[in-house]
T-cell receptor, first 113, second 108 residues
Framework: DTGVSQDPRHKITKRGQNVTFRCDPISEHNRLYWYRQTLGQGPEFLTY????????KSRLLSDRFSAERPKGSFSTLEIQRTEQGDSAMYLCASTPQGTDTQYFGPGTRLTVL | GENVEQHPSTLSVQEGDSAVIKCTYSDSASNYFPWYKQELGKGPQLIID?????GEKKDQRIAVTLNKTAKHFSLHITETQPEDSAVYFCAASSKVIFGPGTSLSVIP
């Protein structure tokens, strides 16, 4: 399967802990997006990368959140000092150059106790 | 910023009937309008998209229409099947601002 993959699929953590998620986009897709989705809502844009450059960050991305894409391939999303309100599905999507079509991964479901 | 509204929030249809979901957007500069289907426990999957220079696009049982003047676009699913049951999201613009979703149930 050469689709977008995310790891882990599920994460349960205690409030105050740090967590890191990984996204592997489809090979050679130059744009990579992170979204957050809560139950019953549509995905909310967090940030996106074009190659290794982080071009835009949503105001939803507080200073506890940081995302990287060091080599323009996989990306990580870290949440520091997690809060119960961070509980959500975190989705990653990638887009090939020259199109707007986003291919989503299966998501990482985070539960903060 | 862009705002996308979607109606209805839930929709139940009999198998074989048609389903229509409507979305409106606020940013007249938006030029890309995808529709996604999300099944339980999975990420959204693109089912059809349309650009602002086209008024209608069809792919088998699925069609999308766009009215740029009124800033609304619609998803039409004909001959619905139980496997069409899912949550459908519309979106607008290249950053993909999503609507809140429509939960479609197709009753056999």
């Amino acid at each position: 399967d050469t689709g977008v993959s995310q790891d882990p699929r599920h994460k349960i953590t205690k409030r105050g802990q740090n967590v890191t998620f990984r996204c592997d986009p489809i090979s050679e897709h130059n744009r990579l997006y992170w979204y957050r989705q809560t139950l019953g809502q549509g995905p909310e844009f967090l940030t996106y990368f074009q190659n290794e450059a982080q071009l835009e960050k949503s105001r939803l991305l507080s200073d506890r959140f940081s995302a990287e894409r060091p080599k323009g391939s996989f990306s990580t999303l870290e949440i520091q000092r997690t809060e119960q309100g961070d509980s959500a599905m975190y989705l990653c999507a990638s887009t090939p150059q020259g199109t707007d079509t986003q291919y989503f991964g299966p998501g990482t479901r985070l539960t903060v106790l | 910023g862009e705002n996308v509204e979607q109606h209805p929030s839930t929709l139940s249809v009999q198998e074989g009937d048609s389903a229509v979901i409507k979305c409106t957007y606020s940013d007249s500069a938006s030029n890309y309008f995808p529709w996604y289907k999300q099944e339980l426990g999975k990420g959204p999957q693109l089912i059809i998209d349309i650009r602002s220079n086209v008024g209608e696009k069809k792919d088998q049982r699925i069609a999308v229409t766009l009215n740029k003047t009124a800033k609304h676009f619609s998803l039409h699913i004909t001959e619905t099947q139980p496997e069409d049951s899912a949550v459908y999201f519309c979106a607008a613009s290249s950053k993909v601002i999503f609507g809140p979703g429509t939960s479609l149930s197709v009753i056999p």
